[in-house]
């Protein structure tokens, strides 16, 4: 009965049970391999495999039943079916789920379904499409792409960079070129024009370069300007007498902006400056001096006014030379002065009259030695002394100054007395004497007032012109330096050009010139003259309410600031050093070489506010040269200036001196005319470096100069004749300054 064991009978031995080891059962379904050992059932270690393919059910084992069957209701499972989700089990069978997949592949161009055994497939179409780019135009579906045909952005503008942006299209983007930028060209007038009017309305002619596109606005002098098609156009400005500006502002489609300013100078007159023949230099009247009645004669001895000096260079009078001697010859007698006449110093009082002098000269104890000799035997020789307490001439002086600057003179009412005369003879008979005092009473008295008329009827008339010619002067004068060049040398020269005579003194007028050798390339017709103010105004005349007034003409001035302008003197080298410390590394700037050369004068005028003096200064032009970041650049620039000034008076030098004072600016204005194209769109940050780094040195150097200094000259008539002491002079004691039509006047007083 044991499984185990081989029961056999042996013949020799008997029943004998021999172990084996055969597969046995050991009871327990759920093992499998079950095999004797040592006589005993023993269970397989491979359990019986219980699995079922269907995940909707389990198997399990039990060891009386072995392999039991469950069903999974409820719980997921797969059915196969690609299409279908959430798939659950029911009664051991795997059921579709509820759900579906989402093949949605976001891709228009897609077909999208479901295969039960593939899945999602999307499948490519073919039909009209969005591809989300206004870049492209008939999008269609192609390989699962929506594809477009890009459009075309091109403007045909050689100016512009072309491009398109997805959502915003194309765009246009305009190249930062010297071709590309708009310019305006100002065609007439030319940069730093010298015009002549009238006409005071010039017409503004020029044309405006817009490459990029189409001009926006253009403005002259703030007047909004239609060019025509050409892009030419025209303005007519109303001009006036000194410095014009011309603002021309245009800006374009695309924003590009241009702005110009240059000058012009417009006046009735200019004056050259010529070395060779320096009279056509002289500035009519540029020098007013009026001497009031009291300068003429004071009515004291001392030497300090014209009569005094027509005194002592009347110490040489020689009424001897002008009277025959003999004096009378006849058969009888022969009378003669073998001495001469003597007299005491004359005496010359003067009153002033409209239109000239009223000139009365005394010349006191008048004696001379008398010697008649007979010229017959029976008539006897006789001598004596003849005196006269004084004679008295009187004259009105009639004056003007002709074209060469002489003084050509007129007297009229000339009158001459010889009063207190005495006649002491010796040696004459009785019967003689009354003949004798009768031919000196008479002749002779006659003969020595003609005598002493003639002479100062020459004289008088000479040494009031010499006077007033001695009150010109010939004088160098130092040309300051806006760099660091030492002053020049100028010559300022006058002569007579006008006296008006009047019953309170006398206005005398000189020519005078500014006279500089040329130091610049440039040509001009001169000096701005003041021409009137454009409309004309009243002549300058002094207010004489002091003893002395000197008046220098805005003309003169023009004349020595258009000296220092021509002479080069305003040629400025401009260095790096200076300019915030020579280090423009932040601006990748290395080797800079700059100057700054005028184009134009500099000027006085007050025609547009007589309240105020303005000195203006155009085109002062700025050229530079550097290496930016390595390339080479080349600036061209001009400032505009305009300056608030006083004509002030120096009482710190002796003489006196007239300054110009600069008190501020008002206009500064620079324009960037032409810069290197690497630096092309750079010009605000350029101009923003230039306004702060290099004007202020220009600026500063003008306010710091004395443009121009004018010593106040004395009247020296020393050099007259050798009867004036050295030191014989008129001169004034400043006591103040006024200004009138163009003249800038000192006035003061002779006698302290």
Not at 12 to 18: E, K, Y
Not at 467 to 478: I, P, R
Not at 578 to 599: H, K, N, R, T
Not at 674 to 684: A, K, Q, R
Request: with cysteine; charged share 20%.
């Amino acid at each position: 009965g044991n499984p185990c064991t081989d029961d056999i009978c042996d013949a020799g031995f008997g029943c004998a049970n021999i172990l084996n080891s055969n597969p046995c059962e050991d009871g327990n379904l759920c093992t499998t391999g079950d095999e004797c050992v040592n006589g005993a059932c023993t269970s397989g270690s491979i359990p019986l495999d219980c699995f079922v393919e269907n995940p909707c059910q389990s198997g399990s084992c039990d060891p009386l039943l072995g392999c039991v069957i469950e069903d999974l209701d409820g719980i997921g499972c797969d059915d196969q079916n690609q299409c279908t989700l959430n798939d659950t089990c029911l009664d051991g069978e795997c059921q579709a789920g509820p759900d579906e997949p989402d093949c949605e592949d976001g891709n228009f161009c897609t077909i999208d379904l479901c295969d039960p055994v593939f899945g999602c497939l999307h499948e490519f179409g073919s039909y009209a499409c969005d591809d989300l780019t206004v870049c492209t135009s008939a999008d269609w579906c192609v390989q699962g792409e929506c594809v477009g045909t890009p459009v075309s952005c091109d403007d045909f503008n050689s100016c512009t960079t072309d491009s398109c942006d997805p959502s915003q299209g194309c765009g246009h983007e305009v190249l930062i070129t010297s071709f590309c930028q708009p310019d305006i060209v100002i065609d007439y007038p030319p940069r730093a024009a010298q015009l002549h009017g009238p006409p005071w309305l010039v017409e503004v002619t020029g044309h405006v370069v817009h490459n990029a596109g189409e001009l926006a606005w253009l403005k002259i002098n703030g007047t909004s300007i239609i060019p025509f098609e050409d892009g030419s156009f025209s303005f007519l400005m109303d001009s006036h007498q000194g410095m014009n500006i011309i603002d021309a502002e245009a800006w374009d489609v695309w924003g590009g902006h241009v702005y110009r300013v240059q000058t012009f100078l417009m006046s009735t007159e200019y004056t050259p400056i010529n070395e060779v023949n320096p009279d056509v230099s002289l500035i009519d009247d540029g020098i007013m001096v009026y001497l009031a009645c009291s300068v003429w004669d004071d009515n004291d001895q001392a030497p300090n006014d014209i009569a005094r000096f027509l005194e002592l260079l009347m110490a040489d009078l020689d009424i001897s030379s002008s009277i025959p001697n003999p004096l009378y010859s006849s058969s009888e007698y022969e009378i003669s002065l073998p001495s001469g006449i003597a007299y005491s110093a004359p005496s010359v009082d003067i009153t002033c009259l409209n239109g000239g002098l009223g000139i009365s000269v005394r010349i006191p104890n008048i004696s001379t030695h008398l010697e008649a000799d007979s010229q017959k035997w029976y008539l006897p020789d006789a001598d004596g002394d003849i005196t006269a307490s004084y004679l008295q001439l009187s004259m009105n002086l009639y004056a003007h100054v002709d074209a060469n600057g002489e003084l050509v003179s007129q007297i009229t009412g000339m009158e001459t007395q010889l009063v207190g005369l005495d006649i002491d003879l010796d040696g004459v008979l009785g019967f003689f004497t009354n003949w004798i005092i009768d031919f000196f009473e008479d002749d002779f008295a006659d003969s020595i007032e003609d005598a002493i008329q003639e002479t100062l009827e020459d004289m008088i008339p000479e040494l009031v012109g010499e006077t007033l010619s001695s009150m010109a002067f010939d004088l160098e004068f130092d040309i300051p330096s806006l760099g660091d060049a030492p002053p020049q040398t100028g010559q300022l020269t006058s002569k007579l050009s006008t006296v008006d005579f009047m019953s309170q003194g006398a206005v005398v007028g000189f020519a005078a010139s500014a006279i500089v050798p040329k130091g610049i390339d440039l040509d001009s017709p001169g000096s701005i003259g003041r021409g009137g103010c454009q409309f004309g105004e009243s002549a300058f005349s002094p207010w004489m309410t002091n003893e002395m007034e000197m008046a220098i003409a805005d003309n003169l001035i023009n004349q020595i600031l258009f000296a220092m302008w021509w002479s080069g003197s305003m040629n400025i080298g401009l260095n790096p050093e200076d300019m915030g410390g020579g280090d423009f590394s932040d601006y990748g700037i290395e080797d800079m070489q700059m100057v700054a050369e005028p184009l134009l004068p500099p000027l006085i005028t007050d025609c547009e506010n007589p309240s105020e003096l303005t000195m203006q200064m155009g085109d002062f032009g700025i050229f530079a040269d550097f290496v930016l970041w390595g390339m080479p650049v080349q600036v061209e620039m001009y400032l505009t200036l305009e300056m608030d000034i006083d004509i002030m008076l120096n009482q710190e030098t002796y003489p006196p001196e007239f300054a110009i004072q600069v008190n501020g600016f008002k206009t500064i204005e620079l324009d960037i005319l032409t810069v290197s194209e690497n630096l092309v769109g750079s010009e605000d940050s350029l101009k923003a470096l230039v306004m702060f780094q290099v004007v202020p040195l220009i600026t500063d150097a003008i306010s710091e100069t004395a443009f121009t200094s004018f010593p106040i000259p004395s009247v020296d008539l020393s050099d007259l004749s050798d009867a004036l002491p050295p030191g014989s002079k008129i001169e004034m004691t400043p006591m103040g300054m006024y200004r009138d039509k163009g003249y800038s006047v000192m006035q003061g007083s002779v006698h302290e």
